[in-house]
């Protein structure tokens, strides 16, 4: 079964900083997605980012960037010049195909301070 | 273009009642999931459905259950309510095998009493 770990219950940074957020996984496969969810206040879970195995680019958008070591399972995320409404709660999730089953970590929430 | 739109936002529901949460995917997206998210948890998954098909059923009693309709709107079911199901349930679609992400609604909150 896969399983997907985040070892950082909750995180601060300050305003305009560089955090980085840690993820790792447990898998046998070797086709799969990775994937950074964001859930703020509201709610609704919101995709930050997402990474194919089979490609070794490091995905990026705009400040959000992740660093994806295949060999190690480790699927972190960047966020650089952080912002107030980058608090919120994120997620590191795990897909194969054909599952179609997103599996979470327990989050690791995220406050910004001005 | 409207997002993915669940209902009610909010639900409280005595033990051993039953509910029906709905969940309308984005347009054009054939594939809706399932998750039940609770603090002690996390996300779990529940169920995908696809073209009103079952596809994919995570690790939950029967007491839970699914249907798509053929204009891809879904609904989910849980009967004999218990203390434990309590939870944020969210709904998520996709146009078809997931892998590009799916695009989750806000949620319903259901509070069993």
């Known amino acids: 079964a896969q399983t997907v770990t985040q070892s950082q219950p909750e995180m601060s940074v300050q305003e305009a900083e560089t955090v980085t957020l840690s993820c790792t996984y447990d898998?046998?496969?070797?086709?799969?997605?990775l994937f950074w969810y964001k859930q703020p206040p509201s709610r609704q879970m919101i995709l930050v980012i997402r990474?194919?195995?089979?490609?070794?680019q490091n995905a990026t958008e705009n400040r959000f960037s992740v660093n994806f070591q295949k060999a190690a399972k480790s699927f972190s995320l960047k966020i650089s010049d952080s912002q107030l409404g980058d608090t919120a709660m994120y997620f590191c999730a795990f897909m194969k195909q054909p599952d179609n089953d997103m599996r979470f970590g327990a989050g690791t929430r995220l406050t910004v301070k001005p | 273009k409207a997002g993915v739109t669940q209902t009610p936002r909010y639900l409280i529901k005595t033990r051993g009642q039953q509910v029906t949460l709905s969940c309308s995917p984005i347009?054009?997206?054939?594939?809706v999931s399932w998750y039940q998210q609770t603090p002690g948890q996390g996300l779990q998954f529940l169920f995908e459905?696809?073209?009103?098909?079952?596809?994919n059923k995570g690790n939950f009693p029967g007491r839970f259950s699914g249907r798509q309709f053929s204009n891809s709107r879904s609904e989910m079911n849980v009967s004999t309510l218990e203390l434990g199901d309590s939870a944020l349930y969210l709904c998520?679609?996709?146009?078809?095998?997931?892998?590009?992400?799916?695009?989750f609604g806000s949620g319903t909150r259901l509070t069993v009493v």
């Open positions: 459905y696809f073209s009103e098909t079952q596809r």
């Open positions: 898998t046998s496969e070797n086709n799969y997605y």
């Open positions: 998520a679609s996709s146009l078809g095998q997931g892998s590009s992400g799916y695009t």
């Open positions: 347009s054009g997206h054939r594939s």
């Open positions: 990474q194919e195995a089979y490609k070794q």
